[in-house]
Structure formats: C-alpha cells, structure tokens
C-alpha cells in the first residue's frame, strides 16, 4: 500500500512537465543566440568597431562649423541741451563660416585607417567565435535535456519491471510456490526504483531550467524531439587537423586581435611627425542686413611637438607590448586548437565505441532478463537472479543514454573547434 502511495506521489510530481514550453534543437539555438549577453556584446563591439571605421574616414574631410547671431540693446543719456534723458537704440547681425583641414598628419590618418579596418575585422570574428560558443553551450544544455528526459523514461520502465516483478512474487507466493522473502526483495527493488525516479526527476527538471536560462526564457523549457543519434563513421584526421588549425573561430579570432594590434604602431609612430593645417573662415557682421560687412581670411599652420616628456615614447612601447602579447596568443590558440583537436577527436572515437558496447550490452541484459523471469516461473531461479539480471539491464539503459550523450557531446565539442556541422 505504502509503495503505491510513493508511486502516485512521484507521478504526480512529474505531472507538470507537459504544461512547460517545448523547443527544438534549432529553435533553442536562435532564442540563445539573440538571448546570450556575449553575442549581444559582440554585437555592440562589432557596431562600435564599424562606427570607428567611419570616423576614420571622416578624418580625411574638412570640419565645418556655421554661426549667426543677432542682439539688440537700449542705452540712456542725458542731452544737456533740452535737459532731458534720451533714450537709444541699436541692432547688430552676424554670421560666419568656418573650415579646417589637416593636409597633412604624419601619415596618422592612413594608420588609422588600417587599424579601424582591422578592429572591424577581428570584431567580425569575435562575433563568430561567440555565435559557435554559445551554439556549443546550447547544444550542451539540449542534449542534456533530452538525456536526463530518456533517464526519466528508464526509470519509469524500471519501476514498471519492479512492479510487475513485485505481482508475480506475491501470486507465487499465495501459490505457495515461493517465499515471503521474494516479496521483501520485490518491495525493496520497487523502492529502489522509486527513489531513482525521483532523482531522475530532479535531474530533468534542473536540466530544464538550465536550458530556460540557456534560451532567455522564464522558468522550465522542455527539450522536444527525437534523440539524435550520430555515427561519425571514416573520418580523414589529417585533413580535419588542417581544416581546424586553418578555419577554427579561436584561432581566426587571436589572428585578428594581433593584426589589429599591430596596425596601433604606425599610428603611435605618427606622433613623431609634424602636421599642417588650412583653415578659412568668413563672416558678415553689422547693424543693418542689407549693409554688412564681409570679411575673410585663410590661415595655414604647422605644429610639430619636439618634446612631450616621453609620452610618445611611453605609447610606441605600449603599441609594441600589446603587439608581441597578441601575436604569443595567436601562437599558443594555435597549440591549444591543435591540442583540443586530437583530445575532442579521441573522446568522440571513444564515445562511438561505448555506444557499441552499451547496446550490446542492453540487448543482452534484456535477453538474460527475459531468461531469469521464465526460470522462475518455472521454480528453476531465484529471486536473487531475477533482481540482479533486473539491475544490470536498468545498468545498462542508463549506460546506454549516457553513451549517446557523450557522442553527441563530442560531436558538438568538435564542430565548435572545426566551426562548421560535420
């Protein structure tokens, strides 16, 4: 009686799951991608960056800048000679225009130029690398959820066993064909299985969460679909490795950081440089608008700063450190790529040879299972046989899901490092 109250409260606790939003694998990618602060970020840089781009541009055109204005003013005084205070008035007009242009930078502009274009470019990639990271991190949490839905599953299918065992322990035993510790095994075996529902459950629902978060949406998201299954088959190692080393977002990403680094040293050089400037400026000005003054006039001007305290100095070293740290990450990215290459490769090999193994091995516990339950029918087994051939078989589905879950992990794991689906 206790054991069927635990049932129905750990069905019922589970109840809830349908009542949750369900999402696809693909569709819980592109609710990441627009969700995740790091693509949002990456956005923002690679706007930033473009906006940077612009302004480089905009460096090569002369500065404008329009005026006008008007004012008006009343004065009193005293006129000695009607003795009385005179009131006056007077009324001025101005406008103006004004142009500037450095003709010449010491090469800054075109420096600039080159680093704003190559700012743009690794905020490009930046923006890539976080896309197949957040891709990687959403595949990670679906199939996650999937696989904690399959262990939720293998539970259930183990209480059921429990259960039906538990019903031909107490029949044989009404027919005196068996002892009352049958029953105690079989009551013993329902709980065990109970409590691994439970924590099935448990693990379901925090993976749920998980991906809820993963995908910006409030409370549980439930993982539909079905579980995908993946034989990587012959794969050409050799030109995989070259493809990774050649195309991985890590690496594109450290490559553009350095090239970006080092377009900054031209631009600290050019303070070495002296710059000349052209401005013109012309205004009207006078108290009536059909009679005012025009006047003009054209300046150039050189400014070469010979000594700032080693402030240029301190900014070329700068340029030059940040540099040769951007370029020993794009090294090491590189050795790391290479590194993460064969250990992804070796754990998705591995992982296909396990899903092997546990399906041989579930074809066979269930076989023994279905074995061990006709011998005792028959009076010919134990108890003892039944639940431990029951055991292995509940082994072996769990071993089976968590093998399938490794595969598609590594797959996942592996495309991110490649950049592209295999």
Do not use: H
């Amino acid at each position: 009686m206790a054991a069927r109250v635990l049932l129905a409260s750990v069905l019922t606790a589970g109840s809830g799951i349908a009542q949750t939003r369900t999402v696809t694998l693909d569709e819980a990618v592109a609710l990441a991608l627009q969700a995740q602060p790091a693509v949002v970020q990456a956005r923002g840089d690679l706007n930033v960056a473009r906006a940077s781009q612009r302004e480089a541009i905009g460096n090569w055109l002369p500065s404008l800048s329009a005026s006008s204005g008007w004012s008006t003013n009343s004065s009193e005084r005293f006129d000695p000679n009607t003795q009385r205070t005179v009131s006056a008035a007077s009324t001025s007009y101005s406008a103006g225009l004004s142009a500037s242009l450095e003709v010449f930078d010491g090469f800054r502009r075109p420096a600039q130029n080159r680093a704003a274009g190559a700012t743009t470019a690794a905020a490009e990639v930046g923006l890539v690398n976080q896309r197949f990271q957040v891709t990687l991190q959403t595949k990670q949490a679906f199939f996650n959820a999937l696989a904690a839905a399959d262990l939720v599953r293998v539970s259930e299918t183990r209480v059921q066993r429990a259960e039906q065992q538990l019903k031909i322990s107490k029949e044989k035993l009404a027919a005196g064909s068996a002892t009352r510790s049958d029953t105690l095994r079989g009551t013993v075996e329902l709980g065990n299985a109970l409590l691994q529902l439970l924590n099935a459950r448990t693990a379901l629902a925090t993976n749920e969460a998980n991906l809820a978060r993963m995908v910006g949406v409030d409370g549980a998201v439930r993982a539909v679909g079905d579980s995908p299954s993946f034989d990587p088959g012959t794969l050409d190692t050799t030109a995989l490795r070259q493809e990774a080393l050649a195309n991985a977002p890590s690496i594109r990403l450290a490559e553009a950081q350095a090239s970006a680094a080092d377009a900054q040293i031209p631009v600290a050089r050019a303070q070495y440089f002296p710059s000349l400037t052209a401005s013109y400026q012309q205004s009207l000005s006078g108290n009536q608008l059909s009679a005012l003054n025009d006047s003009w006039s054209l300046r150039l001007s050189v400014s070469w700063p010979l000594f700032n305290g080693f402030s240029r100095e301190l900014g070329l070293s700068r340029s030059f450190a940040s540099r040769d740290a951007a370029v020993a990450r794009a090294d090491d990215a590189r050795r790391q790529a290479n590194a993460q290459f064969t250990q992804e490769l070796a754990s998705l090999l591995a992982a296909r040879q396990r899903v092997a193994i546990a399906e041989a091995s579930r074809a066979a516990g269930a076989e023994d299972l279905r074995v061990q339950q006709e011998r005792y029918r028959l009076g010919l087994a134990t108890i003892v046989e039944v639940l431990t051939s029951q055991v292995s078989l509940d082994q072996a589905d769990v071993d089976l899901v968590q093998a399938r879950l490794d595969l598609l992990l590594a797959k996942a794991q592996l495309e991110a490092l490649l950049g592209r689906e295999l």
